[in-house]
């Protein structure tokens, strides 16, 4: 039977089940990242850990869309958590760059895993934006918070630190990426992956 | 013992909030509150809609998860405002960027807190059907929902086993791979089972599904969106700032 | 009601074929039993009928299957569903030869031709896994799921639900969440679904495989009063005491091809001595409590260097106990069975036998040493009911190797496999074993770690007269072993074949 490229009900189901699954491991790291310094360790723990289900996500997804339904979804769940609408309108984006980076190697192109991921992973970034950028609403909003508070905030945090993260974010997804490369080889060529 | 022949009715009654106001809460949370769109002159409104989650938690009976979140809050803004000194030093700056997190994301969190505690998959699946967002979205963030659970017990029984069987993993990388491949493997056969007999039940016919959620707009609503509108308006037009 | 003819059917990427050209016919009403060991095809036929051959399962299909009545009115029940609305319709991409015979009589129509959810107004299934058949998360939604997919006005949902919620009995089981269900509960929602569904034709696949025996009992109550309602019945199982009395006719199948049909009257022919002639479960319908076996009772003198369970009080909230036993003895080097009712803590037990249970404050007597909770998870060994969630590795050999005791050499591995019959696959995936490797590939594990003690969590469930006493025989090569084993089951025909003491709980 020749295959549609339309997504059915079980794909539709498949997505559910390895979204929820990368995003318990998005979930297991936030709640380290309740101690705030924990919150910039979770571009480099999540993309680490959650290479393996992404993964074995990919050795499923043979059609266009499910990498884009993923990643709306996981926007809609930060703005559901209260993390804002940012991560929402980024992984807009990113779903869409990661679905043609996968489709680029035919669904499945080992050497196009760790790209795919890569992009796939920077919806994350954007959690870090309400922290670094719009302080100027933000003084503005709380002038009594004064003067050498901003300042101080300013040294601690510093715009160029989003480079930073975001260069992170990629690093490590890619190490996460090779590290279930290897883990997953065997699985990969059961699922006639090359 | 349990009364076998009682007669079930279905319940109608419903959820303080739609789950679409909800949703829009979230969004103006974090346009005000997040991002301090507005500046200094909406600051009435944004105090207001910062102690809605609050507000709501009380009358949902969650009030444990609020007054900690306040708690946080308050001592967190006394620290900015009394005891911050401008000093440096390593101590002074994790309190810093811990209270500036805190203060800022915290309306934002309970927010978000509050809706995944008082909506239901079904409520909130059936907000989107209304809101014609395509089935292609909506069954997998259903699905998603229902699985969490599962991977929850999956993961307490395959902790279970390697700890009878003393597997810690001689490193790092094979302490992961054995805790998340088995988990995914097992997650996903439970996955194939469900959708052969979702498939079987008719999930995917070209119909518009129906759903027996009860949603809808009603007076919690009404008052939410009053309250908002009445803060909004007073904030732009009432020359507040000489008050204070 | 449901026709195949001359039906020959392979799995994609599979040589053999599950099916070998079967011609069966199921009138109206009929409530049929097919059953046969593993593999036989008992599920394949089902999976042909509601569908999900060819539309989830793909493969190569020959011949036909027809279902829904000639001329009858197949989907009257439902309201809300367009009745009449099934017909194969010429859009069917099938290629099959006797596609255009289909088209030709306009009234039944082939599952392979029509999308799944056309096939789901005629149609209802209840499958094996009572944990994975859910789609939605509390009962009630799950009641109402089949008929929202459909599109089925609220009011009229509702009407349903409230109906077979209160035909059932089900009032304290809605509105709550299906996780928090027991096993024989999930699956009298998933029965409850079929019945707001409202289908003329009901399929089971194994659906005692993971029940116990006063759930299957359970089952078949429902199933009475489905054939009561005319419904048309159509069951693959191994086991078949539970449902015998009931049934119209018995099919009995070996790889692939129907051998043995039984209607009526010959029904009563069905004793032990047909069953063991066809690799069949027992018909004898026999509580795994009542089984003649002696309790173990050793006198006290005897017991210095034995086996005893002490101070067992256990309970997981402060003023119930659900296991309430000052001392247990257990025959060292022999085979127990544990049994009990529903709720009488049989996994309880073996959770605390193996020290899983954090505030258990019980301790395990062993040949004159005091084991607490935490010596006891260095030594017993558990081999859960769902053995997939018990293997960690990608190959069977590394799967033994981690387990294997201090000071013992790779060579041991070697040893150990031998003696499971899994060399052929030391290097295999675990998760692609078939269900039987996999269980012996965990007790290759439990043989590895050299622990004295193996305890089993329903290790029978869903397997068929052959692969049960393959399986007795295992036990009883462990105990030979000089191991001491305790099986937690409800499976009365493995008690009688392995077991040397019953301890009902």
Redesign the interface.
């Known amino acids: 039977?020749e295959e549609s490229k339309k997504l059915n009900?079980?794909d539709l189901i498949n997505i559910g089940i390895y979204t929820a699954l990368y995003f318990v491991c998005v979930f297991v790291v936030a709640m380290l990242g309740l101690i705030p310094v924990g919150l910039l360790l979770l571009v480099v723990l999540v993309p680490l850990i959650a290479a393996i289900p992404f993964t074995m996500y990919l050795t499923k997804v043979r059609k266009p869309g499910m990498l884009f339904i993923s990643a709306i979804i996981i926007g809609v769940l930060m703005l559901l958590t209260g993390m804002g609408y940012y991560a929402l309108v980024l992984s807009v984006i990113t779903g869409i760059v990661a679905e043609l980076i996968w489709k680029s190697g035919d669904y499945r192109s080992i050497g196009k895993i760790a790209p795919t991921y890569a992009v796939f992973n920077l919806w994350m970034w954007a959690n870090y934006l309400p922290l670094f950028l719009e302080h100027d609403a933000y003084v503005a909003a709380r002038p009594d918070y004064g003067e050498t508070y901003w300042q101080a905030l300013e040294t601690l945090l510093p715009p160029w630190m989003l480079v930073v993260l975001a260069i992170a974010c990629i690093v490590f997804s890619i190490l996460g990426a090779l590290y279930a490369k290897k883990v997953l080889a065997?699985?990969m060529a059961?699922a006639g992956m090359e | 013992m349990?009364?076998?022949?009682?007669?079930?009715?279905?319940?109608v009654r419903k959820a303080l909030l739609d789950p679409r106001t909800k949703l829009l809460l979230l969004v103006l949370l974090a346009l005000f509150c997040l991002a301090g769109v507005g500046g200094a002159k909406l600051a009435p409104f944004r105090a207001c809609l910062a102690a809605l989650p609050f507000v709501l938690m009380l009358i949902d009976k969650r009030t444990v998860r609020g007054f900690v979140l306040l708690a946080a809050v308050v001592a967190s803004e006394a620290y900015i405002m009394f005891a911050f000194t401008g000093q440096g030093g390593f101590l002074e700056g994790f309190m810093l960027v811990t209270t500036f997190i805190v203060v800022r994301l915290a309306p934002c969190l309970m927010m978000g807190s509050y809706t995944m505690d008082t909506t239901?998959?079904?409520e909130f699946s059936a907000a989107m059907n209304r809101m014609h967002v395509p089935s292609a979205v909506t069954i997998p963030f259903?699905?998603m929902?229902?699985f969490f659970?599962?991977i929850k017990?999956?993961a307490a029984?395959?902790h279970?086993?390697?700890?009878?069987?003393?597997?810690g993993g001689a490193n790092l990388g094979k302490f992961v791979e054995?805790r998340l491949?088995?988990l995914v493997?097992?997650t996903s056969?439970?996955?194939d089972?469900?959708?052969?007999?979702?498939?079987?039940?008719?999930?995917?016919?070209?119909?518009?599904?129906?759903?027996?959620?009860r949603i809808g707009f009603g007076a919690g609503d009404a008052i939410v969106m009053l309250v908002l509108a009445a803060a909004l308006a007073g904030s732009l037009l009432l020359p507040w700032e000489a008050w204070v | 009601m449901i026709d195949f003819e001359n039906v020959s059917f392979a799995y994609e990427g599979r040589q053999v074929e599950s099916l070998h050209n079967v011609s069966l016919s199921i009138g109206n009403g009929e409530c049929v039993l097919v059953t046969g060991p593993s593999g036989c095809g008992k599920s394949t036929l089902l999976r042909l009928v509601?569908?999900?051959i060819?539309?989830?399962f793909?493969g190569n299909l020959n011949g036909s299957v027809r279902v829904g009545g000639a001329g009858e009115n197949a989907v009257q029940s439902a309201p809300g569903a367009a009745a009449g609305a099934i017909v194969a319709e010429g859009d069917s991409?099938s290629e099959d030869a006797d596609a255009s015979l289909v088209k030709a009589s306009s009234s039944p129509l082939e599952p392979g031709a029509v999308?799944?959810?056309?096939?789901?107004?005629l149609?209802?299934?209840v499958?094996q896994?009572p944990?994975?058949?859910?789609?939605?998360?509390?009962t009630?939604?799950e009641l109402?799921?089949?008929?929202?997919?459909?599109?089925?006005?609220?009011e009229v949902?509702?009407y349903h639900?409230?109906r077979v919620?209160?035909d059932m009995?089900?009032?304290?089981l809605?509105?709550r969440s299906l996780?928090a269900l027991s096993g024989g509960e999930k699956q009298k929602i998933a029965c409850a679904?079929v019945e707001v569904?409202d289908t003329d034709i009901v399929l089971l696949d194994e659906p005692t495989a993971n029940l116990d025996y006063d759930a299957s009992l359970m089952l078949a109550d429902i199933i009475r009063s489905w054939k009561r309602q005319g419904k048309t019945i159509l069951i693959a199982e191994h086991r078949i005491a539970w449902i015998l009395d009931d049934i119209t006719r018995l099919v009995v199948m070996e790889n692939g091809s129907v051998v043995r049909e039984l209607a009526g009257d010959e029904l009563a022919e069905v004793d032990d001595e047909f069953c063991r002639s066809f690799g069949l479960r027992s018909a004898r319908l026999i509580a795994p409590d009542e089984v003649a076996l002696p309790a173990f009772d050793p006198p006290e003198a005897a017991e210095r260097d034995g086996c005893a369970i002490e101070n067992l009080h256990f309970g997981y909230t402060k003023d119930r106990s659900v296991l309430d036993f000052d001392r247990i003895p257990l025959a060292r080097g022999k085979i127990t069975a544990v049994v009990g009712r529903n709720g009488r803590g049989k996994t309880t037990f073996l959770r605390c036998l193996?020290?899983?249970e954090k505030k258990d404050k019980s301790v395990l007597r062993f040949k004159g040493e005091v084991w607490d909770r935490k010596a006891r998870?260095?030594n017993?060994?558990?081999i859960?009911q769902?053995v997939?969630?018990?293997?960690?590795?990608?190959?069977v050999r590394e799967e033994v190797e981690?387990?294997l005791s201090e000071g013992k050499g790779v060579e041991r591995i070697d040893e150990v496999l031998v003696s499971l019959d899994l060399s052929d696959v030391a290097d295999r995936?675990p998760?692609?074993l078939s269900g039987g490797q996999k269980q012996r590939v965990a007790i290759a594990?439990a043989v590895a770690?050299g622990r004295q003690i193996v305890a089993f969590d329903e290790p029978t469930s869903g397997l068929g007269y052959g692969h049960m006493l393959q399986f007795a025989a295992l036990l009883k090569h462990l105990a030979e072993q000089g191991r001491t084993v305790v099986v937690v089951t409800h499976d009365t025909e493995l008690i009688e074949t392995a077991a040397d003491y019953l301890l009902v709980l």
């Open positions: 039977m009900g079980k065997k699985k059961a | 349990v009364d076998e022949s009682r007669t079930y009715k279905m319940s239901s998959v079904s259903s699905v929902f229902r659970p599962t017990e999956n029984n395959l279970d086993s390697m700890v009878m069987r003393g597997i054995y491949v088995p493997e097992v056969r439970s996955g089972e469900l959708s052969a007999s979702a498939l079987v039940r008719g999930l995917g016919a070209p119909v518009r599904r129906t759903d027996i959620a | 509601n569908g999900l060819p539309h989830f793909p991409p999308p799944l959810y056309e096939q789901a107004e149609t209802s299934s499958f896994n944990r994975t058949q859910f789609y939605t998360t509390d009630t939604s109402a799921f089949a008929l929202e997919n459909r599109g089925t006005p609220e949902i509702a639900v409230e919620a209160n009995h089900l009032a304290p809605m509105d996780f679904c569904a193996t020290g899983l998870i260095k017993v060994f558990l859960a769902d997939n969630c018990q293997l960690f590795t990608q190959s981690i387990s995936d998760f692609t594990c770690s």
